[in-house]
Each structure stands twice: as structure tokens, then as C-alpha cells.
């Protein structure tokens, strides 16, 4: 068992997860003691009909609700304190949101500027600025893989100044996340292989990182274990809502998970890539997980190795000798994301030099890659991830995964 | 598995050397300058810890140490005007069971009004309103219902989601004492509460990743008992998350049957856990062996299911051992064990299962 010498462990959000959940939104509302919400939403949301699903649960009498429905993929300040202002104008009492991370952490953001009586986010930046229990808030995440519902951060871009920035405080938390089959049926398969990959890498980096603890530990064991199970299948049967919702509440655990115990190296690398060429998010952290395992290997090849079980079962986890269960925990990644890759019709990349951009041109040039380890040096992340790393060993890594080779283990400086 | 469900265990954790230093901060950001301590009586040195963990803040704190029997009005309508007179604005509860009662019963009076209580202690279905922060700092001796939304007061169970507390800290500075039979008798309660998770049908994913944890930090403190200051932090972590497994499930079959049973046969909770573990586990690992044994192994780093269900059997003989009830025989006969299964209201196969160990604790 792993018992660290300290550890803080929060999961504030009451966790409602059902293929009929949204049919609780009218009376979850009345508990919170409010009847005017405001729901924010994405046009991809809007698109797919799934306000329609959220707003036919509401009760008639609440059918012409404030939405604010053109929150972008990068969420900004401006876009928080706009909606803030016509929260205010409508006389909402409440947030609910519709969406994947961007729409969640904008909600997050326009919750405390509304609750705090703030004109202007920047104010509230940093960590505990945000003292008191915020105006009731509920999230419906519309994919399953960032776990936003679960962490207590907002990441909101200031375009302006040209900064991301961070607000934490345990009252961002929803105070109610809705894990509703149908909020994912209709993800586009490319999107749900990244997602789920994404989640994956929350629980593997959350349970060998430097952070981890008892709670977090079990919790990201399980998420392994779901996503394992359900991410092919659903890949092949996209209308499997057993499947969904089991997906959704794997993202949930690892969000939990990683919220508490933060990540390492695939995250310092991927927000990397993602700032310096655009790359989605999840398509990073698919792509580095394997690297992320094989440069920690020799450090943390206990736990790494122990990751096997959720992936495999007992039975094949018995036979592989201890000493290889590692090396077979970074094969067997390395299968899922090739499954994924034929399913999607080479929509979900391998390697780094395959993703193209909507002009359909390479998205990322071999001469960015020293960008992208000089920027990743400065992620929090980096701290958490349990072999050292500096600028050579980031570029070292981030050439390997654009070219799609494996890691040369040799190479790794063992600290 | 229940795939619907509906989780909710809003206590932020704080475990570890030093855990306590940071009582001062942690209250700060719940908006909390100045909290009233209530402990039992006999714990003048966890509060001189707990004074100086407040050091040069500037913020004031008091101290009410007289709990003694089992919480009264008296104790809480002292406990108001001390609050209300001096104006606090948030309660820190020293150890676990009936001190932790009180406060949570006195923060309602405290936090809103002595009105509001006592139409709560009449009708808890009333909603409350948001109460001040209450911060557990958590003992060694429980029973299971500190971190859960249940508060017990004049012997009657009373719920509400705002009763659950804020935060636990989990400080070995405020883990005095060695492994006693009391401690092993809390440790009992909180292994019954796990099983539970794995014996209901109601259980969810998210009850599961707690009893998982729940499991590993229990057996791990159970292992070093004998070991000065190895299984202090572990064993109070894993008493915290009893309460969420209980606020979640109300307390599973196993619990309530350990509680009926106390109370029939004036034993305590403790005492009839131990009886039933033994039962328990054998039925658990008939059902749901291999689901334990996959969960388990590398939280408990072991290979192969049969060593998890070793472990676990192991970890209930140095409990009922350290309690000094191993083998305890509580004498049922069929009547008794037919009203016990009545009182605790059982359908399908929980009804079925608990009448098998009914038959078994009965021969």
C-alpha cells in the first residue's frame, strides 16, 4: 500500500450517473434551491442536439431558459466576462453546463465572477482567491475524457495579455456532475478514440506520478479497468450506451484521480505540443502515453507494471512475469492507439508528423519541435513526473513521438 | 455493478506529517477566521498541538473541552452561546463518535439558529441552510458515522446532506495511544462497512474506488498494529472514508446487522462486527471472490486473488485478536435471528444472504 508522507485528497461534486440522469436536472435544481438557470453550451453541443435532449428535461415552465450557446474550443476572458454580464441581465441563480472541458472551465470561470460580484476574471487568478461557496452549478460533460467535472482548476486563455490563466479553489468544483449516456452517443469516432485516450493517460499518470495516494490510487485502478473494457467496444459499437456511460464514469474516476494527484511528463509535453502547433488535446496525450510510460520505466516499473491488471484481467496479469508487466502495459497502448487508428481510418494519429490541420497541411514541422520543449519546460506538470527532465531529454521525446519511434532507453538520463 | 448512481462525499481529506500545521490555512479558505474547538475531556495535549498550529496567524481560537457522556441540550445550548457570544465562525471537532455528534448538532444551532434545530430535531426532512465549516480532526476510537451526513443525538439517528463536515485532518500528532481492543473494535466497523460494498447490490463505482482505498489502508495499518507509530495515519484514514461509504449506502446490510445485534444483545457495534466478519468474508469471497481479488492485489501488492483472500482473513484474525473477541459467540437462536433480519427491513438477496448467516451464527 501506498501511504505518502502527506497527502490532500477532494472530491466535492455529488456524481449522478444513469443513462436517464438528465431527467433529475428539475429536481436537482429545486434541492439547490433555484429555478432560473443560465446554460452555456458550444455549437458543436447545439449541433449534435443535445441542448434539445437537456432542455426537453427541463419542466415546461423553465423551457425558455438563458443558453449562451458560442463558447469557443479556447474559451477566453472576454467570453467569461460577456456571459457574466447576461447572467446578470436575465436574473439567473444558477449554471448549468453543456460541453466538454472548454465549456465546463468557462462555466467555472463565469460562476465565480458572478458569485464574487468581480467585473473583470483576471481578478479572482491564482489559488484560493475564491473563498465562499459559489451559485449552484451543475455540468453535463459532452465528452469522456478531460474530467473537468472533477478538477478544482479552470484554465481560461486571457488572448490579450497572450497567457493561460489558472483559478483553483475547492468552490470551482460543480456542485453536481451528470454523467448521462446520452450526452456522448453521438461523438464523432475520432473524437471519442482521443477522449477516451485522454482519460486513459489521467489514470496511468495519476497512479505512477509523484503525487499519487491511497484514494486516488483505487480510483484510477478502476478507471483503467473501464476504459480498457469499453473504449474498442464502443469504438465498434458507437450506439453501446452501457458502453458510454461505463466510458463517462471512467473519465470521471480519472479526473478524481489525476485532480488529486496530478500528472506528469505526457501532460508537460502535450500542453506543449498543444500551445506551440494547435494539436488537440486528447490526440497528445494518445500519442505520448506510451513515451510518457517508457521514460519512467526504470523508476516507477512496479507500478507501471501493476497497470497490466486492469488492462488484461488476472489470468494473462499471472502469467506475464513481473519483470516484463511494464514493457506489456506500453505494447499494449501502443495496440489500442493502432485499433484506433484503422477504426477511425487514420483519423487518430500515431505519431506527431501525421496530424494534419484543417488546410489539410502538417500541423507540426520537425523545426517545431525545439519550441516545444523550450515551452514545456515551464509546465507545472513536470514536477510531478518521476524522472527528471530538461530541455534535452524533452526534445529527445518529442522527436521520438513525432516520428513515431520508440523511445531509445539508453538515451534516458537516470536521475 | 449499479451503473445508476448517485455519490456524494464532499469531505476534502488532509492526511500526513504536518497535516495539522495547515488548520489554520485550510480554514481560512472555507472563509473561517475564527473556529471554537470542542474535545472530549482528557486531550489538553492535542489541543496545545492544535494552538500552536494556529501560532503566529492572528487568528483567535477557543476551546470548549468538556464533553463527557453522551451529547445533550445542555451541551449544545453551552456550546451556542459560547459561539454566538464570542462570534465564532467555525467548529473544529477533536477525535471521533460522540464529540463529532455534538458538534455537528450544535453547528446547526450555532451556524444558523437554536429555532432552526429545534425544528430540525423534530422534522429532519426540513432543508438547512449552509452552515459554517466544521473541521474534523480526527481520533483513533469511532463509530463510522463522523465524515457521513448523519448525526447521532438523543439516540436517534438524524441526516442531512449539511451535516457532513467540511474536511478531516489526519494528524499522527493527534493520534495518541496504542492499538487497543477499542481501536481494534473501530477497526472491526470500518472492515464491515467494506465488505458491505462488495455483499450489496446497490453499489456503485464510485462506492467502490472509496472501499478499494478503504481496504488497503486498513489492512496496511492492521499489519504494523504491533509497530510504534506505523499505523496510525492509515487506520484514522481509512475510518474517514467509512463515513462517505455510510452517508452513501446508509450503512449496508452487514452494519445494520452488527447494530441490531448490539443492541439485542447489549454488546457493542464493535464487539458484534467481530462475530459476523468471519461470515462475512466467507460469503463475500464465495460471491464476489475474484472481483475482490482483482480490485485488491495491487493495492494490496500481492499476486494472485488467493493471497488477497489470505491477507483479508488475516487482517480480521489480528483484529477480533488485538479486540480480545476472537471466536465471540453471540447465541442466536431463530427467533432472535428472524426479528434481527425483520428490523433491518432486507429484500431479495440480501435477504437471502443474511438469513444463511443468520442460520450459520445460530448453530
Not at chain 1, 519541435?369 to 518529442?398: H, Q, W
Not at chain 2, 496496511?220 to 495515519?233: F, H, I, Q, T
Not at chain 2, 464493535?270 to 493495492?299: K, Q, S, T
Request: hydrophobic share 45%; glycine share 8%; proline share 4%.
Amino acid at each position: 500500500m501506498n501511504f505518502p508522507v502527506y497527502y490532500e485528497f477532494f472530491c466535492g461534486a455529488r456524481i449522478i450517473a444513469g443513462h436517464d440522469g438528465l431527467e433529475r436536472i428539475p429536481l436537482l435544481l429545486e434541492e439547490l434551491g433555484v429555478a432560473n438557470p443560465i446554460i452555456l453550451t458550444d455549437k458543436g453541443v447545439v449541433g449534435a442536439g443535445l441542448l434539445a435532449i437537456v432542455l426537453a428535461s427541463l419542466r415546461s415552465e423553465m423551457r425558455d431558459v438563458t443558453v449562451f450557446d458560442d463558447i469557443p474550443p479556447d474559451s477566453d476572458i472576454l467570453v467569461v466576462n460577456r456571459i457574466a454580464r447576461e447572467y446578470k441581465k436575465n436574473a439567473c441563480d444558477s449554471i448549468i453546463a453543456v460541453g466538454g472541458g472548454s465549456v465546463i472551465d468557462t462555466a467555472k470561470g463565469v460562476n465565480a465572477l458572478v458569485s464574487e460580484d468581480e467585473s473583470d476574471l483576471f481578478n479572482l487568478k491564482g489559488a484560493g482567491r475564491i473563498k465562499r461557496q459559489l451559485k449552484p452549478f451543475i455540468a453535463m460533460p459532452t465528452t469522456s475524457g478531460t474530467g473537468s467535472e472533477a478538477t478544482l482548476v479552470a484554465v481560461v486563455k486571457d488572448n490579450e495579455k497572450k497567457v493561460k490563466c489558472i483559478f483553483t479553489s475547492v468552490f470551482l468544483q460543480p456542485n453536481i456532475a451528470i454523467l448521462d449516456s446520452r450526452m456522448t452517443l453521438t461523438l464523432p469516432p475520432a473524437v471519442t478514440a482521443a477522449t477516451g485516450m485522454d482519460a486513459l493517460t489521467h489514470a496511468m499518470e495519476a497512479y505512477y506520478c509523484l503525487q499519487k495516494n491511497p484514494i486516488s490510487d483505487s480510483h484510477a485502478l478502476l478507471a483503467v479497468e473501464l476504459i480498457s473494457q469499453n473504449l474498442l467496444k464502443i469504438m465498434e459499437n458507437p450506439h453501446d450506451k452501457e458502453g458510454r456511460l461505463n466510458l463517462a464514469i471512467a473519465s470521471n474516476l480519472a479526473g478524481i484521480a489525476f485532480a488529486n494527484s496530478m500528472v506528469g511528463m505526457v501532460h508537460t509535453l502535450g500542453h506543449s505540443f498543444g500551445a506551440v502547433c494547435g494539436v488537440p488535446h486528447g490526440v497528445c496525450m494518445a500519442v505520448l502515453l506510451p513515451y510518457g510510460l517508457e521514460y519512467n520505466m526504470h523508476k516507477k516499473s512496479k507500478e507501471i507494471g501493476q497497470l497490466l491488471l486492469p488492462l488484461v484481467g488476472v489470468e494473462e496479469y499471472q502469467k506475464t512475469p513481473f519483470r516484463l508487466r511494464g514493457e506489456r502495459v506500453v505494447s499494449i497502448i501502443r495496440e489500442m492507439n493502432s485499433s484506433l487508428n484503422k477504426i477511425t481510418e487514420g483519423k487518430h494519429p500515431l505519431r506527431f508528423k501525421d496530424i494534419l490541420g484543417r488546410d489539410g497541411r502538417q500541423l507540426i514541422r520537425e523545426e517545431d519541435l525545439a519550441t516545444v520543449a523550450k515551452v514545456a519546460r515551464n509546465d507545472g506538470s513536470i514536477f510531478m513526473n518521476p524522472e527528471e527532465l530538461n530541455y534535452e531529454d524533452l526534445l529527445m521525446v518529442a522527436t521520438a513521438s513525432f516520428a513515431g519511434n520508440p523511445l531509445d532507453v539508453k538515451q534516458i538520463k537516470k536521475g | 455493478m449499479l451503473v445508476h448512481s448517485d455519490f456524494y462525499a464532499p469531505v476534502k481529506i488532509i492526511a500526513g506529517e504536518g497535516a495539522m500545521d495547515n488548520i489554520a490555512v485550510e480554514l481560512s479558505s472555507l472563509d473561517s477566521c475564527k473556529p471554537l474547538v470542542i474535545a472530549p475531556s482528557g486531550t489538553a495535549t492535542i489541543i496545545r498541538d492544535l494552538v500552536c498550529a494556529f501560532g503566529e496567524t492572528g487568528m483567535e481560537i477557543g476551546v470548549f473541552s468538556h464533553v463527557t457522556g453522551k451529547p445533550t441540550l445542555a451541551d449544545v445550548k453551552n456550546i451556542h452561546e459560547i459561539y454566538t457570544s464570542r462570534g465564532f465562525d467555525g467548529i473544529i471537532a477533536v477525535g471521533g463518535g460522540k464529540v463529532v455528534h455534538l458538534a455537528k448538532i450544535a453547528n446547526i444551532a450555532a451556524s444558523s439558529s437554536p429555532e432552526i434545530l429545534r425544528q430540525f430535531l423534530a422534522d429532519e426532512k426540513i432543508p438547512l441552510p449552509q452552515l459554517n465549516p466544521l473541521v474534523i480532526l480526527s481520533g483513533l476510537i469511532i463509530d463510522g458515522y463522523e465524515c457521513s451526513k448523519y448525526a447521532i443525538f438523543s439516540d436517534k439517528r438524524y441526516e442531512s446532506p449539511s451535516l457532513i463536515p467540511k474536511m478531516v485532518i489526519v494528524d499522527k500528532y493527534a493520534l495518541s495511544g496504542v492499538f487497543s481492543p477499542e481501536v481494534a473494535l473501530s477497526s472491526a466497523l470500518v472492515m464491515i462497512c467494506a465488505l458491505d460494498d462488495y455483499l450489496t447490490e446497490k453499489h456503485s463505482f464510485f462506492s467502490r474506488a472509496y472501499t478499494n482505498s478503504l481496504f488497503g489502508l486498513l489492512i496496511a495499518a492492521v499489519d504494523k498494529a504491533r509497530k510504534p507509530g506505523k499505523w496510525k495515519l492509515p487506520l484514522a484514514n481509512s475510518l474517514s472514508l467509512t463515513g462517505f461509504l455510510l452517508s452513501n449506502n446508509g450503512g449496508g446490510w452487514g452494519y445494520q446487522l452488527a447494530q441490531a445485534l448490539a443492541a439485542k444483545k447489549e454488546k457493542s457495534t464493535g464487539e458484534c462486527a467481530c462475530a459476523l466478519l468471519p461470515h462475512l468474508l466467507e460469503l463475500a469471497f464465495e460471491r464476489c471472490g475474484e472481483e475482490m481479488g482483482r480490485m485488491l492485489m495491487p493495492i494490496l501488492d500481492v499476486d494472485s486473488v488467493d493471497e488477497v483472500k489470505a491477507v483479508l482473513l488475516a487482517t480480521y484474525h489480528k483484529i477480533a485478536q488485538e479486540a480480545g473477541v476472537e471466536g465471540i459467540n453471540l447465541s442466536i437462536n431463530n427467533s432472535e435471528g428472524e426479528e434481527m433480519i425483520a428490523s433491518i427491513m432486507l429484500e431479495g438477496s440480501a435477504k437471502a444472504d443474511c438469513s444463511r448467516l443468520m442460520v450459520r451464527l445460530s448453530s
